[in-house]
C-alpha cells in the first residue's frame, strides 16, 4: 500500500510536469494570446507570475489537505465533503459570476442536481 503522502506527492510532480510542459510549449508559442488582454486590463507581468505563484501555493495546500483529510476520516466522508464543495462552488458562481457570464447561472438543470447532491449530503449526515 502506498502511503498517503507519497501518492499526494507523485500525483503533485507528475501534475507539474505535465503543466509544465503545457507552459514551455503551447504557451510560450501563444504568449501574445495572454499579454495583450492582460496588458489591456492592467496586469503587470510581475502581478501575473504572483498571481500564479498563489494559486500553485493554494494548489498545493488544497491537495495536502485532500490527502490528509483521506487518511483520516475516510473516502466516503472525504466525497461527501467534496459534494459540499460543488454546492459551495456552484452557489458562489451564480452570485459572484452570473451576471457577467449566463453560463455561469443556475439553470433548472443545475438546481435539480444541486438538489440531489445536497439531499445525498443530509441523507449521509442523518444516518451516520
Not at 501563444?30 to 492592467?42: Q, V
Not at 487518511?71 to 459551495?88: D, E, F, H, N, R
Request: charged content about 10%; overall charge neutral.
Amino acid at each position: 500500500k502506498v502511503p498517503a503522502q507519497i501518492n499526494c506527492c507523485v500525483q503533485g510532480l507528475t501534475a507539474c510536469t505535465v503543466v509544465g510542459l503545457w507552459q514551455c510549449t503551447y504557451t510560450a508559442t501563444h504568449f501574445d494570446k495572454i499579454a495583450e488582454p492582460a496588458e489591456e486590463a492592467g496586469t503587470s507581468l510581475p502581478y501575473a507570475l504572483m498571481l500564479m505563484g498563489g494559486l500553485a501555493l493554494g494548489n498545493f495546500v488544497h491537495a495536502g489537505a485532500f490527502f490528509y483529510l483521506l487518511t483520516s476520516i475516510g473516502s466516503v466522508s472525504l466525497g461527501v465533503l467534496k459534494g459540499v464543495q460543488a454546492l459551495a462552488v456552484f452557489a458562489l458562481a451564480h452570485v459572484m459570476y452570473c451576471s457577467r457570464d449566463a453560463s455561469q447561472c443556475i439553470t433548472p438543470t443545475k438546481g435539480s442536481a444541486l438538489l440531489i447532491v445536497f439531499s445525498g449530503v443530509v441523507c449521509y449526515v442523518l444516518a451516520t
